[in-house]
């Protein structure tokens, strides 16, 4: 294995950091990277787990034609659905899906997660959204590219810029969530989770809420992303 080694690398530690952080057990999960200039993405392969991973073991997909150029090992069955995602994104750098236990339970119930909280505000620029059911047909069909299109057709509904809205919950299966590189899809994944727990609790404890203030949430989100960020160090 001699190419694409910092990609297939980055592959590795972000699915291993998937595990570390509680949202992927078993097989539940994977993580890809794009290198845009070479029009490839590595992937995690098939039903490995994700943190027995090894740069050797991550396939390299077209992003194109979507067949391996590099790699022995056949690429996640999910993948169909990050190509999508990365064909109609060209910002978006990285690709998570996770099954992690609180937003598969908001995907389950067919529940759009509320923004109730700044938590949720520093990621997420509003609700993040719940997709419609696949049909029967695209079910029998090409099942997991059609779950690219149905995380396309929400956004697109939802009328969300992808790097502001860098998640969709698809309805009765689990998160995917995304970011400009693979390191931040990542973390909003983390994100996600720990607003889906949070908001989950939230509801229990008050029964019903409504969601926070336009005011609040645009204050959160754009002091940590854009041009008017202040969040954190300049260096
Ligand atoms: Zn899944």
Redesign the pocket.
């Known amino acids: 294995m001699t190419r694409f080694v910092d990609l297939r690398e980055r592959v590795v530690r972000a699915n291993r950091a998937l595990v570390d952080a509680g949202l992927v057990v078993l097989t ?2 994977n993580a890809s990277a794009a290198d845009r200039e070479a029009g490839v993405i590595a992937i995690k392969p098939s039903g490995v787990a994700c943190g027995d991973l090894r740069p050797e073991d991550v396939p390299i997909v077209d992003l194109v034609s979507g067949a391996i150029v590099d790699g022995t090992q056949r690429p996640s069955s ?1 993948t169909p659905t990050h190509v999508v995602l990365y064909r109609a994104f060209p910002d978006v750098g990285g690709v998570v ?3 992690s236990p609180f937003a598969t339970a908001w995907a389950q119930a067919c529940r759009d997660l509320p923004c109730l909280g700044t938590t949720h505000a520093d990621h997420f620029r509003g609700p993040v959204p719940v997709t419609r059911a696949l049909t029967p047909e695209e079910i029998a069909g090409e099942y997991e590219g059609q779950t690219g299109a149905v995380i396309l057709a929400t956004l697109a509904e939802r009328g969300a810029d992808p790097l502001e809205l860098p998640a969709v919950l ?1 309805a009765s ?2 998160p995917f969530a995304w970011g400009a590189d693979v390191e931040h899809a990542v973390e909003n994944a983390v994100a996600l989770e720990a607003v889906a727990a949070s908001a989950f609790r939230a509801l229990e404890l008050a029964g019903s809420l409504d969601a926070i203030s336009d005011e609040l949430l645009s204050r959160h989100f754009d002091r940590k992303h854009g041009a008017a960020a202040y969040y954190g160090q300049s260096t």
């Open positions: 539940f999960g999910d899906h996770t099954h698809v299966h689990g």
